[in-house]
């Protein structure tokens, strides 16, 4: 179930800005879940705060096949993701288990909904959260067009 979105590298950038080379496992967990909820917050007037919690918990769930300390039960099922459970997994483990971890779980997310919505509209809802598609990095300057 590979898409081109899986690979998107903006989200590799975006999880890279918001840690150091150096980060602890809790730096980073601390980081996928303030990412988290940007995502939810981007997502839940569109698909729903239920939807939102619907495909974390499927990416979990995905996840936890490479990573799986991540099956840890969520409680109220899938119609809530608990990121403070999310966020104490990632911070027990190493900085490479949780940086792994978090690289998968986001990754899986993104490539969800893409299937699920499109990827038009998921880079439209993403957008403030991940910046710009294809941004050139030898560009000095780049506009996004208006809406």
Do not use: Y
């Amino acid at each position: 179930m590979r898409s081109d979105r899986s690979t998107d590298p903006r989200l590799t950038a975006c999880l890279a800005s918001r840690v150091q080379a150096d980060s602890s496992a809790h730096e980073i967990a601390v980081a996928c879940g303030g990412l988290w909820q940007e995502l939810d917050a981007a997502l839940s007037p569109i698909i729903g705060p239920r939807g939102v919690a619907a495909l974390g918990q499927r990416s979990l769930h995905l996840a936890s096949v490479a990573h799986p300390w991540l099956a840890a039960r969520q409680p109220g099922g899938p119609a809530t993701l608990d990121s403070a459970l999310l966020v104490s997994l990632l911070a027990l483990r190493s900085r490479e288990d949780a940086a792994a971890a978090t690289d998968t779980f986001l990754r899986t997310f993104l490539e969800l909904l893409t299937n699920l919505i499109g990827g038009s509209l998921t880079e439209r809802l993403l957008r403030t959260v991940l910046g710009p598609p294809d941004t050139p990095t030898n560009s000095a300057s780049v506009q996004d067009p208006k809406p």
